[in-house]
């Protein structure tokens, strides 16, 4: 059974940073690339970040990228995103996906106050 189980969301004012994890079990984590999607109030699933098997390749989100890294941990299956200079508009729950795939997290929720 695939299970994605994120952590790490919370409140932090503008320009802090967070950490965001993502624990994965029931498939072979070092196979397989990983997003991290993002979706606001009212607004549409974006993808944020992507990584491959090895963690050597990522690709971000113009609105993300130079403030965000993706990067993972194959021994502890788990990948991440730590996030920072954050900004009110990054509000939003957080999921992360196994790339080409449809396994969800159920998301953490992540509010930066003004």
């Known amino acids: 059974q695939v299970q994605l189980v994120e952590s790490g969301g919370g409140l932090v004012q503008a320009g802090g940073s967070l950490r965001l994890s993502c624990a994965a079990s029931g498939i072979i984590f070092s196979t397989n690339a990983m997003d991290w999607y993002r979706q606001a109030p009212g607004k549409q699933r974006e993808m944020v970040a992507v990584i491959s098997t090895t963690g050597r390749t990522t690709n971000y989100a113009d609105s993300v990228r130079g403030r965000f890294t993706i990067s993972r941990d194959n021994a502890k299956n788990t990948v991440y995103l730590q996030m920072s200079s954050l900004k009110p508009e990054d509000t939003a729950v957080y999921y992360c996906?196994?790339?080409?795939?449809?396994?969800w997290g159920k998301g953490t929720l992540v509010t930066v106050s003004s």
């Open positions: 996906k196994i790339h080409g795939r449809d396994y």
